[in-house]
């Protein structure tokens, strides 16, 4: 996927078994190609009982995916940084 800005990327949430799916798992799951997945950022888990993970994929790749009970999003992905000052 190389280097992302936050604009070009969203975050999306797939159904997985009680371990994470791989990158080529979630890639599958999602009905995109591996490449479209973000390696750096991985698959991150939200809710591990129900099997729920996190992966940030290219929004374009993800503009005409099939409707699946496996797959919700997209979701935001604001920039994450300090507020003010540091101590």
């Not at 799916?21 to 591990?48: C, H, N, W, Y």
């Not at 940030?56 to 507020?83: E, H, L, Q, W």
Request: no cysteine.
């Amino acid at each position: 996927m190389g280097e992302s800005h936050a604009s070009d990327t969203i975050l999306m949430t797939v159904q997985a078994g009680p371990q994470a799916p791989t990158l080529q798992e979630a890639a599958r799951i999602l009905g995109v190609t591996k490449s479209d997945v973000d390696a750096s950022f991985g698959v991150v888990p939200i809710d591990e009982e129900r099997g729920l993970f996190a992966v940030k994929v290219g929004a374009a790749s993800v503009a005409s995916r099939p409707a699946s009970d496996a797959v919700r999003g997209p979701f935001s992905n604001p920039r994450i940084a300090t507020f003010g000052r540091t101590r």
